[in-house]
C-alpha cells in the first residue's frame, strides 16, 4: 500500500537527518527541489553538498529562534518495488503539487520490499516564509499522496484511507465516551493502520539510532556529528576537480583582465590621437585665419592703387585742359 509519513524534525538534528536519508547502504539517487545550487554531476559532490546546505541553514534557523522548527521529514513509500527515475518523478510531483515554494531533498532508497522517497524539507521556503500547515492540511498529506498513487497506477488506496480514517475516528469516539461515563469495560480494537508498518519500534529504534538521538530523549539531537562518510579516493577525486574550476577560472579571470587592461591602452592611444588631431586642426585654423588677412589686406593695397591711378588720371586730364 502507497504510504506518507510527515513529521516535524528535531531541532539539531537536520544534518544529521540529511546524513541518515543519503547513507550510501540505502540511497541509490539524491535530488533537488527549489535548490538547484546543489546540483552537481558528481554523485559524492552533490551530496557534500546537501550536507552542508542542510547545517547551515539549520544555524541560520537557530540564530533567529534558537528552539524554532527547522526542517521537517517526510517519506512517501510505495507498494511495490519502484524503478528510481520513476520513483523521483513521483516525488518531485508530489512537491510541486503540494510544496510548491519549498525546499527539499530527495533521497530514493531501494534498501527494502517497497522503494521509498525520503525528503528533507527546510523549513523556511523560496519566498522566505515558514512552512506552515494547519490541521487539516496535515491530515489531508497521505490522502493526497495516495489520490496521486491512484491516478498513477490505477489503484484504489484513496478509498482505504477514508474508510480506515473513518474507523479511526469511530474508536476514539468509543474510547471517550467510555472515559466519560467512567466504564471499565475492555476498550475497543485499534482499528489497524497502514502507517503502523512504518511506526513500529524497529523502524523506530533504528532511525533513532542513525540519527544521533537517544530513545525517549526530548532534548536536541548530540552534538557529536557522525562525520559523512564518503570513499577517500571519491572525495579526493572531487577535491582535484573543484581545483581544476578554480584554475580553469582563475585563467579566465586572468584572461578578462588583461583583455580589460589592453583595451584601457587603446582608449588612451585613441585619446591621445584625437588630442592630436584636436591640435592640428586649431593651428590649421589659425593659419586660415592669417591667410584670410593677408588676403584682405593685399586686396585693400589694390583698391588703393586703383583708386590711386583713377585720381592720377583726373589730374593728368586736368592738366592737358589747362595746356590747351
Not at 526542517?71 to 523521483?88: I, K
Not at 475497543?188 to 539510532?209: C, G, H, Q, V
Not at 586686396?299 to 589747362?322: A, P, V
Request: charged letters at 40%.
Amino acid at each position: 500500500m502507497s504510504i506518507l509519513k510527515f513529521n516535524k524534525g528535531r531541532t539539531g538534528a537536520s544534518g544529521k537527518h540529511v546524513d541518515y536519508i543519503m547513507r550510501e547502504s540505502a540511497c541509490h539517487d539524491v535530488s533537488f527541489h527549489n535548490v538547484d545550487e546543489l546540483k552537481s554531476e558528481n554523485e559524492y559532490e552533490a551530496k557534500i553538498n546537501a550536507r552542508s546546505y542542510a547545517y547551515a541553514q539549520e544555524d541560520i534557523e537557530r540564530s533567529i529562534n534558537e528552539k524554532g522548527v527547522t526542517h521537517y521529514r517526510m517519506v512517501l513509500s510505495f507498494d511495490r518495488q519502484e524503478d528510481t527515475e520513476q520513483a523521483r518523478e513521483q516525488a518531485h510531483k508530489f512537491l510541486q503539487e503540494n510544496f510548491k515554494d519549498a525546499r527539499a531533498i530527495v533521497a530514493i532508497h531501494q534498501d527494502t520490499e517497497h522503494t521509498h522517497a525520503h525528503v528533507w524539507l527546510d523549513a523556511r521556503q523560496t519566498n522566505e516564509k515558514k512552512i506552515h500547515l494547519n490541521p487539516t492540511q496535515y491530515k489531508s498529506l497521505d490522502e493526497k499522496w495516495a489520490k496521486q498513487y491512484d491516478r498513477e497506477y490505477g489503484t484504489e488506496y484513496a478509498k482505504d484511507y477514508k474508510a480506515k480514517k473513518e474507523q479511526t475516528r469511530q474508536f476514539k469516539r468509543e474510547m471517550a465516551e467510555q472515559k466519560r461515563e467512567g466504564k471499565q469495560e475492555q476498550p475497543p480494537n485499534k482499528p489497524p493502520r497502514a502507517s503502523d508498518r512504518l511506526n513500529n519500534d524497529f523502524y523506530r529504534e533504528k532511525e533513532a539510532k542513525d540519527l544521533g538521538v537517544e530513545r525517549n530523549d526530548q532534548t536536541r539531537a548530540g552534538a557529536s556529528e557522525r562525520p559523512f562518510e564518503v570513499r577517500n579516493s571519491e572525495v579526493e577525486k572531487t577535491d582535484r576537480e573543484i581545483e581544476q574550476r578554480e584554475s580553469a577560472v582563475k585563467q579566465q579571470v586572468t584572461g578578462l583582465a588583461q583583455g580589460i587592461d589592453e583595451y584601457r591602452q587603446q582608449v588612451e592611444r585613441g585619446s591621445q590621437e584625437l588630442d592630436r588631431a584636436s591640435a592640428q586642426l586649431d593651428r590649421a585654423e589659425l593659419e586660415s585665419r592669417g591667410q584670410s588677412e593677408k588676403v584682405a589686406q593685399i586686396s585693400e593695397r589694390i583698391d588703393g592703387l586703383h583708386q590711386e591711378r583713377t585720381n592720377n588720371k583726373e589730374i593728368e586730364k586736368e592738366r592737358d585742359d589747362y595746356e590747351r
